[in-house]
Structure formats: C-alpha cells, structure tokens
C-alpha cells in the first residue's frame, strides 16, 4: 500500500476494541454523543441483542471474517490465530488490500472517525499496520467487563454454556494484550454505565471530544444492561485489569466450569437443538404438505379463471359481432330514413302541384260557368237569342 498523507478533518482513527457483549456499544454511543463519527455503513441494531445498534462498519466486519475464515477459524473459536505466521499469505494480501481501501474511505469525516468490531481483538495489528502505511494517526480505546457478565450474555444471546463463553472471553483477553500499542486508552463498561459523563470527561483529555453532559448522559442507557455479575472476590465476576490476572482467571474457570462438564454441557445443548431443529423440520413439512395441497386448490382456482376468461372472451367476441351488425343495421336505417325523406318531399311536391291543378281546375269551372250565364244572358234577348237558337239548329243539321 502506497502511503497517503492524512485528511485534515479527520486527524484521529479511532479503533473500539473489546470482547463480544463487553460494551463496546454502549461506548460507541456515548462516543457519537460526543461528535465522533462512523460512516454510513453500519450493522443495523437486531432488538434484544443490540437494541441501539452494533455500531459496526459492514465492510469491516466483512474483512474481518474472510481473514479468520481464511485461518479456518471463525468469531467463536476458542483457537484464535496470531502473529504474521498466523494467517495464510494469499489471504494477507487480499486482507490488505481491502483494509487500505476501507481505511481511506474514511468513517464519516469527523475530526475524530471511530471503527469497532469486537474482531479487532484478533485482527488489530494489523489494522494498526495498515494506518501506519497510510499516515492515518490511529488511536485505540479497549472496553471491559467481569467475565462472568460477557460469558452470561453470549449464554442469552447464542447458547453458550458458560464454561464455553468464559473460555472464549479469556482467548479473546489473551490475543489481544500483546497487540496493545502503548497509549491505549480503557473503559470499564460498569464505570460507563453508572458515570458516563466521567469516563467521556476523562476520553476527552486524550481525544478531541464534545462531552456535552446532557448528550453523554443521554447515550448510555443502562437498562440496556442486561447481565450484572454479583459483587465478589472471584475474578469471574470483576473487570480483568491485566494480563497478569489471566493464570488466576483460567484457574477459576476451570474450577467452575471444568472442561468437561462444559463439553457434556455443550453436547447437551447441540442434542437440544437437535430436538428444536427437528421438531421445526416436521413443522416445516407439515406445513410445506399444507403449501402443496394449497398449491393444487390454487392451480384449480386458476383453470377455472383460465376457462371463465375464455367464457368472457367469447362473449366479448359476440358483443363485438353483435356491435359490428348493429352499425351495419344503423347505417341500413339512416339510409332508409333518408330513403323516405326523400320521398316525403317528392310526394309534398306532388301534393303541392295537385293542389295547384285543383286551384286552375276550379278556376275553369268558374270560367265556363261565367260563360255559361254570359250564353244565357245572350239567348234570353229576344231577336238575337232566336236567331242563335235557328243558327246553331242549322250548323247541328
């Protein structure tokens, strides 16, 4: 990787270290409420595990688990691999890659970005050695709690045995100790919970922070804390304050929680699940039979849609048919309403004409009765109506 110079706005990369469910949220959150910013890629919250949020970058965590699955270990292997020699080379170098490009896309461009992933415990060197390549100042800040309480809530949250959380805890402790650079920073999860404006007062004497006492006290809810391991003088059930503690501490668990009673413990648990998962298989089936015998009434319920949209498109073909011959049998009327339209007006022409001939007609009746009377008046004169009579007599013979 090619060494870049580092952005003004974010002079500090903040990394948030610490074991599964050992509070590494609830310091993200009270982080946030001091203008420290994560980017846009984050986990979303999963309510009654992380209600608030996990506050992890996707592509971290991705990176994170191709790494360990590439060591053929995974989040929850008791056998964590460490050291250069620990992980293969290919692996190595795609790992690189990816956590350059990550690092340089930066979380959010505060003047303080923050990254958490309870996998840094295994991975943080080499993190930290790919900030160094790239000039980005880095900064880590550890978060803590009692054995017991972090071994009780991956018992709530994934089933382990206690024996085996407490023994995954101890394996987290003990990769991460040697990989601390000098300057760490440490919270204690109860201390956060109980004074979160204290524990963010004394952060920011390291760290560019905006403790607003309101928003800090706010950020930290301690309902949220499900587990509380009872006071005692057992180290199971305080916060581990150094590597020292770690010899005591694998005493303790093994004189608690042997070794095989947690195996018994765990064999139990997968026969359990195995009952769970069986029992939710015959359910399973029972219910893809109902799904099938669904599937059947379904495809009936369809052919008979398939025939009844069959039986509308031939009536919608005999609408249309029908449709067709009633324009036919419109046009046919407008033209025989025009037909006898016409006809109308020719026979009112008729009429009319009629009617004149029957006016010139009376009229000529008129006239020869005028005449008629005229001819009577004529042979009524006594010489000259004889004389008509004696002359039309003759031209008669």
């Known amino acids: 990787m090619s060494s870049v110079s580092q ?34 890629q984050l986990l979303a919250p999963m309510a009654g595990v992380n209600d608030e949020g996990f506050w992890e970058d996707a592509e971290v965590v991705a990176a994170n688990e191709a790494l360990l699955s590439a060591a053929g270990a995974h989040w929850y292997s008791l056998v964590l691999p460490g050291g250069e020699a620990g992980w293969p080379a290919a692996a ?23 990254v958490k992933d309870p996998r840094f415990c295994i991975t943080l060197p080499l ?29 709530r949250r994934d089933g382990f045995p206690l024996g085996y959380g407490l023994r995954l805890d101890l394996a987290y402790r003990k990769v991460l100790a040697p990989a601390l650079p000098p300057g760490s920073l440490a919270v204690s999860f109860p201390e956060l919970v109980e004074d979160p404006v ?21 950020a930290v809810r301690g309902d949220l804390r499900h587990h509380s391991a009872p006071v005692a003088s057992e180290p199971l059930a305080q916060p581990v304050s150094s590597a020292a ?44 039979e109902t799904i099938a015998a669904k599937d059947e009434d379904i495809n009936a319920l369809a052919a008979e849609h398939r025939e009844a949209l069959a039986t509308i498109a031939e009536r919608d073909q005999q609408i249309t048919d029908l449709d067709s011959r009633l324009q036919d049998t419109g046009a046919w009327l407008e033209r025989a309403l025009a037909t006898i339209a016409e006809r109308d007006t020719q026979m009112a022409e008729l009429d009319r004409r009629l ?43």
């Not at 008629?372 to 013979?397: K, S």
């Open 7 to 40: 952005p003004a706005e974010a002079s500090t990369l903040l990394f948030v270290v610490g074991m599964h469910r050992s509070g590494t949220s609830a310091l993200c959150a009270a982080l946030r409420a001091c203008g420290v910013t994560f980017g846009e």
């Open 355 to 397: 009617a004149e001939i029957g006016g010139l007609h009376s009229h000529a009746l008129e006239v020869i009765a005028d005449k008629d009377r005229e001819i009577a008046e004529i042979y009524a004169v006594p010489v000259i109506g004889l004389a008509l009579r004696g002359a039309r007599r003759y031209r008669r013979q």
């Open 127 to 155: 993190w930290l050695e790919a900030c160094a390549e790239l000039g980005i100042k880095a900064q880590v800040c550890t978060a803590s709690r009692a054995p017991l309480e972090v071994a009780q809530s991956l018992q």
């Open 198 to 218: 204290k524990v963010m007062s004394r952060l920011a004497e390291s760290l560019p922070l905006e403790t607003g006492q309101n928003a800090v006290a706010t």
């Open 92 to 114: 190595l170098v795609r790992f690189r890659e990816e956590a350059g490009a990550i690092l340089q896309r930066g979380f959010g461009g505060g003047t303080v970005q923050a």
């Open 245 to 288: 503690d770690f010899p005591t501490l694998e005493a303790c668990i093994e004189r608690y929680y042997p070794a095989d009673a947690m195996l018994a413990e765990c064999v139990t648990g997968f026969v359990t699940r195995g009952a769970q998962l069986t029992a939710v298989g015959d359910a399973h089936s029972r219910s893809l």
